[in-house]
């Protein structure tokens, strides 16, 4: 007015009851040992108080925190367990003129593969045709592993499967059965493989030995000898400790696990002992008999 000019302020503060505009998800996952932080977003006034819960227990207040500018209440779970922290959590909000409860947050943690080998205990393993051969491994892991074994690439099935416990077994190996073998463990975390060789061998085994032959002048003569054995063995002719090769006089041949020399138009000269030297790698052995011409 004419007398001069006042002024007064007042504060208007708009009072509301909480009011959740972020929810919580209802689903969450993370890894193992990982830090989670669950949030929401929350409008009201006087500024809501929160209470936070696992598996409806009130959680303490040290993890627990407020983002002034962005509203939002935070909740921080420091190196995450199955055992400590997979559950359900929630959060209530609460000042005088109300209270809000969140929705529910289904909480999962996750672990990476785990593989125990318990057979064998060797990474390479040395069989006996007709031998025994078990792989056995427990696979843990949340989620459960996708498991699968191979043999040069290829898949087998497993003898069994239960639980964590996987079993591969065969009760006389054969040479077939020869190979590397790797198990391959999965899930959304990681992977994890493992691998380990098998070689078979089976000892010479010589069902039908050389045998004395009488051949005709002129006529051919032939040695045969039967062996079996893994891998499958070399033989070396010999005439009188001399190695023979291929040649028009000499014929060397091998089907399957049949081993034969032909000694083409025999003369007198061809007389003598003539000797299969056998070799596998892991055994060997000698055989002997001799050629009479008439």
């Known amino acids: 007015n004419p007398h001069g000019t006042q002024e007064e302020t007042a504060r208007l503060d708009i009072l509301a009851a909480p009011l959740i505009t972020t929810q919580l998800p209802k689903q969450e996952e993370t890894v193992s040992g990982k830090d989670v932080t669950l949030r929401v977003v929350v409008r009201g006034s006087p500024r809501p108080e929160a209470q936070w819960f696992f598996n409806d227990t009130p959680i303490a207040p040290e993890n627990i925190s407020y983002d002034e500018e962005k509203s939002e209440y935070q909740l921080l779970l420091k190196n995450t367990s199955v ?34 080998k318990i057979a064998p205990t060797s990474d390479v393993v040395d069989l006996k045709v007709g031998e025994p051969f078990e792989i056995l491994f427990d696979v843990g892991g949340k989620e459960a592993p996708k498991v699968q074994l191979t043999k040069d690439g290829k898949e087998v099935k497993f003898s069994s499967v239960e639980g964590t416990r996987h079993v591969y077994s065969v009760p006389e190996v054969k040479p077939e059965h020869q190979g590397v073998y790797k198990l391959t463990a999965k899930n959304k975390t990681s992977t994890e ?3 380990l060789t098998l070689t078979v061998t089976a000892p010479l085994s010589v069902s039908q030995s050389l045998t004395d032959i009488n051949v005709l002048l002129g006529q051919p003569g032939t ?19 001399t190695e023979l090769k291929n040649s028009p006089k000499h014929k060397i041949e091998s089907k399957q696990n049949v081993f034969s020399l032909t000694i083409n138009k025999c003369d007198h000269p061809d007389v003598g002992t003539y000797r299969a030297h056998i070799d596998n790698g892991i055994d060997k052995t000698d055989h002997t008999a001799k050629l009479h011409v008439g």
């Open 193 to 195: 493989e493992t691998s």
């Open 83 to 116: 055992a400590v922290n997979e559950g359900t959590y929630r959060v209530v909000l609460k000042n005088d003129l109300g209270e809000t409860e969140s929705t529910p947050c289904v909480l999962t943690v996750l672990e990476p593969v785990k593989l125990t």
């Open 223 to 241: 040695f045969n000898l039967t062996c079996d054995a893994f891998p499958t063995p070399k033989v070396t002719w010999l005439f009188n400790d």
